[in-house]
């Protein structure tokens, strides 16, 4: 089954630094790849996804990821966090990243950004 | 405006008693999911459904029911026979197709006391 992997658990930043969360995945051709972000108590929104094409991203708030195939990363970015960047992100893959898969969706198992002002 | 609506957003439970998530999407989209979230380990899903009156097993199905009779509502029964319902549920839906574009509700969270 495809995967992925958040390695960082928790990351701190100081408001108006850079941000970089990574995510890596298991798949031997390109896979659809996506990001969440949740607020504490709320669902989850999507920031962006890749299907294929361009290899950087861009997302909504400000947010891009570009996909590696030669390290099998989709890392997230961010060039100036604000403190409202605060939230849990998930990395996630379909199930059968590349057919069928009735949408289901494998997740990371989440960052936790702490922005410190 | 479209969207999800999970209720109630609390809910507590007393071990040995069944319990039913609501989940309603006025998005008109065929697919609907349920996954559960615990503290880091991401969302793991319990049961997905593609349309009307067909649903199948997700990850962690065991101790979960689930009913799809109306397009609309996919709501999800945790029953006693769940070991650990402590959690975080979140409802999802989406059009079929390649664009995974899944929306998502707001939660609801399950404590048993």
């Known amino acids: 089954a495809q995967s992925v992997t958040q390695p960082d658990i928790h990351i701190t930043v100081s408001e108006g630094a850079s941000l970089e969360l990574r995510c890596n995945y298991s798949?031997?051709?390109?896979?659809?790849l996506f990001w969440y972000v949740q607020s504490p108590g709320q669902g989850l929104q999507l920031l962006l996804k890749?299907?294929?094409?361009?290899?950087l991203v861009q997302g909504i708030k400000g947010f891009e990821a570009e996909f590696k195939r030669s390290q099998s990363s989709f890392n997230l970015r961010k060039p100036s966090v604000h403190w409202s960047d605060a939230a849990e992100y998930f990395c996630?893959?379909?199930?059968?990243?590349?057919?069928?898969?009735?949408?289901?969706?494998?997740f990371g198992q989440g960052t936790i950004l702490t922005v410190h002002p | 405006d479209g969207g999800i609506t999970q209720s109630p957003k609390y809910l507590f439970r007393k071990e040995g008693q069944n319990v039913t998530l609501s989940c309603e999407q006025n998005?008109?989209?065929?697919?609907m999911y349920w996954y559960r979230q615990d503290p880091g380990q991401g969302l793991r899903l319990i049961y997905y459904?593609?349309?009307?009156?067909?649903?199948q097993k997700g990850d962690i199905a065991e101790g979960y029911s689930v009913s799809r009779e109306k397009k609309e509502s996919f709501p999800l029964t945790v029953t006693s026979a769940q070991k650990n319902p402590t959690a975080f549920y979140l409802c999802?839906?989406?059009?079929?197709?390649?664009?995974?574009?899944?929306?998502f509700g707001s939660g609801t969270r399950l404590t048993v006391v």
């Open positions: 999802a839906s989406r059009n079929r197709g390649r664009s995974y574009g899944y929306t």
């Open positions: 798949y031997g051709a390109t896979p659809y």
């Open positions: 890749y299907f294929s094409g361009d290899t």
């Open positions: 996630a893959v379909p199930v059968n990243a590349g057919g069928t898969s009735y949408g289901k969706l494998t």
């Open positions: 998005l008109n989209h065929d697919a």
């Open positions: 459904s593609q349309i009307v009156n067909d649903f």
